[in-house]
């Protein structure tokens, strides 16, 4: 069971009594649960503690008696269903265990559940963790009295590319139906049909003849994602009449035109199912009825080693189960974990594995031959001394700048930051591969660095209101979209969002716009509308990737934060950036907060890494790293896990990379810039090493290395490649790093100053707004292809005046080039609410390549035009 | 014990032990005209028991399509972990059995199999049983020693086409299991035949 509130408060407690057994639980406890106190598990199939009481599938049938008026203790006539009876006092509850009649009952149920359940174990993905495969064996009889011909369907529907429905094995307890309803907001699937034909289905064709005549579902608005009243009424007026026809009577139902390959069928919205959390319900289905396409087929539970988990991708750090088999990993499952994600996590989160796996995995280092250019695999020890060599020449011909990137571990930032203290003697370190400001860094250390852990996932929960100022969180912290929803829901939070439009993620939080130009954040956070969305007492203001992009937001929140009391959480994108700040692999941070230029704080760490001095002069950030390294400045780089692509300036990037004369690239994979560097030493995905993210909240995330390996993390590389220039960093060891981290504790002198005053930047004609989509074409999400079926289509998103302007009449769907000087965009246009003036374009989605193709931001002028190939429609 | 014992009423028994030095022979004489135990195996080779368990086999229907799905309870069974089994999804363009899923690695170690048939119990399909070869399962090296699917699949029986090939038209997954389907029908012939027609030229051009 899963407790994601403690209660602080005393509750009333109710007494009752459970196979004879006197136990006291808090009012409006369900008996399924009061019996788990007492370690009597009832047999059950739709019972979830995270979802509400739905009474669907009867196996939790007990015995009930209870006090009537007078005080007579009464047996109710019919055995009742434990998953929705909350305990009253004085409750006589028997269970199987002590009750004959309700044994029988739950025996029976059993026995109905299993009428028309294939007995297809030995090949379904199920069997071996299956629930009702466990409960029959231990609450069924091993004989059925069923001797008839079951009923079929046709194997599987494909209900998005991911997520696969096997009808037959279905027992309709609606886990699925109320995850998509109650926490995921994503209606995809739903009970059709009554009686012995009733199903699981999407709403196709095939099930109901239910026909809708869209137009295009790309250009569709967020207004339209409604279900419109007259085709639902069409589909059931169809139903009827199929289910009347003779086809249905003999027990097998028409082939629906389905399999289990091909185009994923719409959902009842019109578009092809994407939900975000789609494989949630796989993993909560008590029977094998859904299953993962990418996990099909692929191992049987018995075969698997599970290994706690947590996720690389955004910075929610969930807990996963990393499930592998002979050393490869074959599934990611949800792990329970009530402070952070609860039992869910995201379709990214679990699926998105294989990138590690690639076949452009590095495996041994690689030196450049210096007379054929090539770079050549060599053994590690030559590869170190090259490498150490190349930097130490060029740490006296001019520096070294040093890229580490928002992905590694606290362990393995802490290495970075420390060998570009110790053994470079720069403070050139900054690990934002993506759009930064000189402002961001000092909110980071003034309000981020060294302040422990601080608005978690239950202060989130718990909060009257909340202000997403540049976040879009179901896109980029899909967990947090979780808690919202879920207290939007149960406790009227009031979410508000601070964007050019209302994504889908934000109308399912039933929030609250302030629309606004990007770029003008930080106006917006000025108004009296951010004021009063915040004004409650406990309210938390969240802070995004966008907003760095935006002059003045920063201190525009600092500003909202101390006028209205609310909290402050910044929430970066990527799993590594609150552990780097940590770390101190910023310019103008050393490790917990310490600023560079306070000579204290240089003191205090230069002792304990028993180095004489520190580098006093703050260093260049990512942007000045690379215009210097493109300038000849800097003459050596060391980069991690960096993609040029996300850089605000690609082409400069891979400038610099050319221009620089030593690079030296740590890298799982093969990528741009290991192309460019003079030493390519390989290191560990996150499943071959231990090590520990810290999540948004600031909370430690400690994970296990799942696989084993001989890859080394980047900290054990950076620790080897230390030695080899004679310096000693002392982190060798999984742990090290975060160990010493630990032991240096916070910094309790001066914090870095407020962000300064910055001048709003004066608005362009037509502006750019972009963000990253959750299902995109990162390189992290390579080599799963079910997934990326999933994504959302790229779409350009104008206002309606702003189409009109570009010479759209009304209801004519269309194209639009987003150009600038440095290239082109062309996207399926969909009219959207939102600022005249602005453009919308997914950040790195199929199609839109914004930074690499534009080399431009939020708030960046950009040239808007119709394609060429405007259709005219209806 | 009792060796001794006879000798000492031998000694007792006056003019037998005249023969005593050669009286033990008389067992190796009376056993020369007994019936011989001792099979000369390399030269005469002798067959086993009906139910000896011998190698494994990995059988067909009678269409020549397999009849392991893949499901893995021969090596969940497995005492000796000798067996590994990885499944995967039947294609429209390469069905390998009935049904959606198939063996797609299938492999026995003879290492380390001790050959005691709770696999054959375990195997859902009867796709797997035991043959009474034993002589395959010796060798030089540890790897020859790990037989993969080609080596356990049954030999082609008349009737049959190996797989990939698609089901019998018409029939489903139960009537492959309930005996209905006896052999291989000219539609997966000609369909196997259309399949291999398209690579004959490059095959040539291979070659």
């Given at each position: 069971?899963t407790?994601?509130?403690?209660?602080k408060?005393p509750?009333?407690?109710?007494t009752?009594?459970?196979?004879?057994?006197?136990?006291?639980?808090?009012?409006?406890?369900?008996l399924?649960r009061a019996a788990?106190e007492?370690g009597?598990?009832?047999p059950?199939?739709c019972?979830?503690p995270?979802?509400?009481?739905?009474?669907?599938?009867r196996?939790?049938l007990?015995?009930?008696?209870?006090p009537?008026?007078?005080?007579?203790?009464?047996p109710m006539p019919k055995?009742?269903?434990?998953?929705?009876?909350?305990?009253?006092p004085?409750?006589v509850?028997?269970?199987?265990?002590?009750?004959?009649?309700?044994?029988?009952?739950q025996?029976?149920v059993?026995?109905?559940?299993l009428?028309?359940h294939p007995l297809?174990c030995?090949?379904?993905d199920?069997?071996?963790?299956?629930?009702?495969?466990n409960?029959?064996?231990?609450?069924?009889?091993?004989?059925?009295?069923f001797?008839?011909v079951?009923?079929?369907?046709?194997?599987?529907?494909?209900?998005?590319t991911?997520?696969?429905?096997?009808?037959e094995?279905c027992?309709?307890?609606q886990?699925?139906?109320r995850?998509?309803?109650?926490i995921?907001?994503?209606?995809f699937?739903?009970?059709?049909?009554?009686?012995?034909k009733q199903?699981?289905?999407?709403?196709?064709?095939?099930v109901?003849?239910?026909?809708?005549d869209?137009?295009?579902?790309?250009v569709r608005?967020?207004?339209?994602?409604e279900?419109?009243?007259q085709?639902?009424?069409?589909?059931s007026?169809?139903?009827?009449?199929?289910?009347?026809?003779h086809?249905?009577a003999?027990?097998?139902?028409?082939a629906d035109?389905l399999?289990?390959?091909?185009?994923?069928?719409?959902?009842?919205s019109?578009?092809?199912?994407?939900?975000?959390?789609?494989?949630n319900?796989?993993?909560?289905c008590p029977?094998?009825a859904?299953?993962g396409?990418?996990?099909?087929?692929?191992a049987?539970?018995?075969d698997l080693?599970?290994?706690k988990?947590?996720c690389?991708?955004c910075?929610?750090g969930?807990?996963l189960?990393?499930?592998?088999r002979r050393g490869?990993v074959?599934r990611?499952?949800?792990?329970?974990?009530p402070?952070?994600?609860e039992?869910w996590?995201?379709d990214?989160g679990?699926?998105a594995?294989n990138?590690a796996?690639g076949?452009?995995?590095?495996?041994?280092p690689?030196v450049?031959d210096?007379?054929?250019?090539?770079?050549e695999?060599?053994?590690w020890?030559?590869?170190?001394?090259?490498?150490a060599?190349?930097?130490?020449?060029a740490?006296d011909a001019?520096?070294?700048?040093?890229l580490?990137?928002g992905?590694?571990?606290?362990?393995d930032?802490?290495?970075?930051a420390?060998?570009?203290?110790?053994v470079?003697?720069?403070?050139?370190?900054d690990?934002?591969?993506r759009a930064?400001?000189?402002e961001?860094e000092?909110?980071?250390g003034h309000?981020?660095?060294?302040?422990?852990l601080g608005?978690t996932?239950?202060?989130l929960?718990?909060?009257?209101?909340?202000l997403?100022a540049g976040?879009e969180?179901?896109?980029?912290a899909?967990?947090?979209?979780?808690?919202l929803?879920?207290s939007?829901?149960?406790?009227?939070?009031?979410?508000?969002?601070?964007a050019?439009w209302a994504?889908?993620g934000?109308?399912?939080?039933?929030?609250t716009?302030i629309?606004?130009?990007?770029?003008q954040?930080?106006?917006a956070?000025g108004?009296?509308e951010?004021a009063?969305?915040v004004?409650?007492?406990?309210?938390?203001?969240l802070?995004?990737?966008?907003?760095?992009?935006?002059?003045?937001?920063?201190q525009?929140?600092?500003a909202?934060?101390?006028a209205?009391?609310?909290k402050?959480?910044w929430?970066p994108?990527?799993?590594?950036?609150r552990g780097a700040v940590?770390?101190?692999?910023?310019?103008?941070?050393?490790?917990g907060?310490?600023?560079?230029s306070?000579?204290?704080a240089r003191?205090?760490i230069?002792?304990?890494?028993?180095?004489?001095s520190?580098?006093a002069q703050?260093?260049r950030d990512?942007?000045r790293?690379?215009?210097?390294?493109?300038?000849?400045?800097l003459?050596?780089?060391?980069?991690?896990g960096v993609?040029?692509?996300?850089?605000?300036?690609p082409?400069?990037?891979r400038?610099a990379l050319?221009t620089a004369?030593?690079?030296?690239?740590?890298e799982?994979r093969a990528?741009?810039?290991s192309?460019?560097a003079?030493?390519v030493?390989?290191v560990a995905?996150?499943?071959?090493?231990g090590?520990t993210?810290l999540?948004?909240?600031?909370r430690?995330?400690?994970?296990?290395?799942a696989l084993?390996?001989?890859?080394l993390?980047?900290?054990?590389v950076?620790d080897s490649?230390a030695?080899?220039a004679?310096?000693?960093?002392?982190?060798r060891?999984?742990?090290?790093?975060?160990?010493?981290l630990?032991q240096?504790?916070?910094?309790?002198?001066?914090?870095t100053e407020?962000p300064?005053?910055?001048?709003?930047?004066?608005?362009?004609a037509?502006?750019?707004?972009?963000?990253?989509m959750l299902?995109?074409?990162?390189?992290?999400q390579?080599?799963?292809?079910y997934?990326a079926?999933?994504?959302?289509?790229?779409?350009?998103?104008?206002?309606?005046?702003?189409?009109?302007?570009?010479?759209l009449?009304?209801g004519?769907?269309?194209?639009v080039t987003?150009?600038?000087?440095?290239?082109?965009?062309?996207?399926p246009?969909?009219i959207?609410p939102m600022?005249d003036g602005?453009v919308?374009l997914p950040?790195n989605?199929?199609?839109?390549?914004?930074r690499a193709?534009?080399?431009?931001?939020?708030?960046?002028?950009?040239v808007?035009r119709l394609a060429g190939?405007?259709?005219?429609?209806? | 014990m009792?060796?001794?014992?006879?000798?000492?009423?031998d000694?007792?028994?006056?003019w037998?032990?005249?023969?005593a030095p050669?009286?033990?022979?008389?067992?190796?004489?009376?056993?020369?005209?007994?019936?011989?135990?001792t099979?000369?195996?390399?030269?005469?080779?002798?067959?086993t028991?009906?139910r000896f368990?011998g190698?494994?086999?990995?059988n067909?229907?009678?269409?020549?399509?397999?009849?392991?799905?893949?499901?893995e309870l021969?090596a969940?069974?497995c005492p000796?972990d000798?067996?590994?089994?990885e499944g995967?999804d039947n294609t429209e363009e390469?069905r390998?059995?009935?049904?959606?899923r198939?063996?797609?690695?299938?492999?026995?170690?003879?290492l380390?199999c001790?050959?005691?048939?709770?696999?054959?119990?375990?195997?859902p399909?009867?796709?797997l049983t035991?043959?009474n070869?034993y002589?395959?399962l010796?060798g030089?090296?540890?790897a020859?020693l790990?037989f993969?699917?080609q080596?356990?699949?049954?030999p082609?029986?008349?009737g049959?086409?190996?797989a990939?090939h698609?089901m019998?038209p018409g029939?489903?997954?139960?009537?492959?299991y309930?005996?209905?389907?006896t052999?291989?029908?000219?539609e997966?012939?000609?369909?196997?035949?259309?399949?291999?027609?398209?690579d004959?030229?490059?095959?040539?051009?291979?070659?």
């Open positions: 069971m407790v994601t509130e403690p209660s408060t509750v009333d407690l109710v009752l009594t459970i196979d004879g057994i006197e136990v006291s639980v808090p009012k409006g406890t369900l399924i788990e007492l009597i598990a009832i059950r199939f019972d979830h995270l979802l509400a009481p739905a009474g669907a599938c196996q939790c007990v015995e009930v008696a209870m009537d008026r007078e005080g007579n203790v009464r055995p009742q269903a434990s998953c929705t009876m909350t305990a009253s004085g409750m509850v028997k269970t199987q265990l002590t009750s004959p009649v309700s044994e029988k009952a025996r029976g059993m026995e109905l559940l009428i028309n297809d030995p090949v379904c199920k069997g071996g963790e299956c629930p009702l495969q409960q029959a064996m231990a609450n069924g009889q091993g004989s059925s009295r001797t008839e079951k009923r079929t369907f046709p194997k599987p529907i494909r209900i998005s991911q997520v696969l429905l096997d009808r094995r027992i309709l307890c886990r699925c139906t995850f998509s309803k109650e995921a907001g994503d209606p699937i739903d009970l059709q049909m009554r009686g012995a199903q699981i289905g999407t709403f196709s064709p095939g109901l003849n239910f026909h809708v869209l137009p295009d579902p790309v608005t967020s207004e339209e994602l279900p419109t009243p085709s639902l009424q069409q589909g007026s169809e139903d009827e009449s199929r289910g009347a026809s086809e249905h003999t027990g097998t139902y028409a035109n399999t289990t390959t091909g185009q994923a069928l719409l959902d009842e019109g578009q092809p199912f994407a939900s975000y959390f789609s494989g319900t796989i993993q909560i029977v094998g859904l299953t396409a990418a996990y099909r087929f692929r049987r539970p018995f080693v599970s290994t988990g947590v690389e991708h910075s929610s969930c807990a189960r990393v499930d592998h490869k074959t990611r499952l949800a792990a329970d974990d402070a952070v994600n039992e996590n995201c990214k679990r699926w594995f990138w796996t076949a452009d995995r590095l495996t041994h690689l450049r210096p007379e054929t250019g090539e770079l695999p060599v053994s020890p030559y590869a170190l001394q090259v490498a060599a190349g930097l130490l020449k740490r001019g520096g070294v700048g040093v580490p990137g992905r590694l571990t606290v362990e930032a802490y290495a970075y420390k060998f570009a203290r110790v470079l003697r720069t403070n050139d370190i690990f934002r591969a930064h400001s000189a961001e000092a909110f980071l309000a981020v660095a060294g302040t422990g608005v996932f239950a202060e929960e718990a909060a009257p209101a909340v997403l976040l969180a179901e896109e980029e899909a967990s947090i979209f979780l808690r929803r879920k939007v829901l149960n406790k009227g939070k009031k979410v508000t969002s601070i050019p994504s889908r934000l109308i399912k939080l039933s929030g716009l629309q606004t130009v990007p770029g954040e930080a106006a956070l108004t009296p951010a009063a969305a004004s409650t007492p406990g309210s938390v203001i802070l995004g990737p966008r907003l760095t992009e935006s002059s003045g937001a920063y525009a929140a600092l909202l934060a101390a209205t009391g609310a402050l959480a929430v994108r990527r799993a590594g950036e940590e770390a101190g692999a910023l310019p103008s941070l050393l490790p907060g310490r600023p560079v306070d000579a204290a003191v205090d230069a002792a304990a890494w028993d180095v004489d520190l580098p703050p260093g990512t942007a790293i690379i215009d210097d390294a493109s300038a000849g400045l003459p050596g780089l060391l980069v991690g993609d040029p692509d996300d850089l605000p300036d082409a400069a990037a400038a050319e004369s030593f690079v030296v690239s740590l799982v990528s741009t810039v192309a460019y003079d030493v030493l390989p995905p996150p499943a071959e090493k090590g993210f999540n948004w909240e600031g430690w995330r400690e994970f296990p290395q084993t390996s001989e890859a993390s980047d900290g054990e950076l490649l030695s080899e004679g310096e000693g960093l002392g982190l060891g999984e742990k090290a790093g975060s160990a010493e630990a240096l504790g916070r910094w309790e002198g001066a914090r407020r300064e005053a910055h001048t709003l930047a004066p608005a362009s037509t502006v750019l707004s972009t963000w990253s299902l995109d074409k990162g390189r992290l390579d080599g799963e292809p997934l079926g999933t994504a959302h289509r790229a779409v350009a998103r104008v206002s309606p005046a702003t189409a009109t302007g570009l010479g009449a009304a004519v769907t269309g194209s987003v150009s600038n000087d440095r290239g082109e965009i062309t996207l246009l969909a959207t600022p602005v919308w950040s989605s199929p199609g839109s390549p914004v193709r534009l080399a431009a931001g939020n708030g960046d002028p950009v808007l190939d405007a259709l005219m429609g209806a | 009792a060796d001794r014992e006879q000798n000492d009423s000694s007792s028994g006056g037998l032990s005249a023969f050669i009286a033990g022979f008389g067992v190796t004489f009376a056993t020369m005209f007994t019936k011989v135990v099979e000369e195996y390399p030269e005469q080779k002798v067959p028991a009906p368990h190698r494994h086999q990995l067909r229907h009678p269409d020549g399509l397999e009849k392991c799905v893949g499901c021969c969940w069974a000796a000798a067996i590994y089994v995967a390469e390998f059995s009935p049904g959606e198939y063996g797609r690695v299938y492999q026995i170690n003879y380390r001790i050959l005691c048939g709770l696999c054959i119990e375990a195997c399909t009867r796709a035991m043959t070869e002589e395959q010796k030089p090296t540890r020859g790990i993969e699917k080596d356990l699949l049954a082609m029986l008349g049959m086409i190996p990939p698609p019998v029939t489903t997954e139960q009537d492959y309930q005996g209905k389907v052999q291989a029908v000219p997966q012939q000609e369909w196997v035949d259309a399949r291999t027609g398209d004959e030229p490059a095959q040539e051009a291979h070659r």
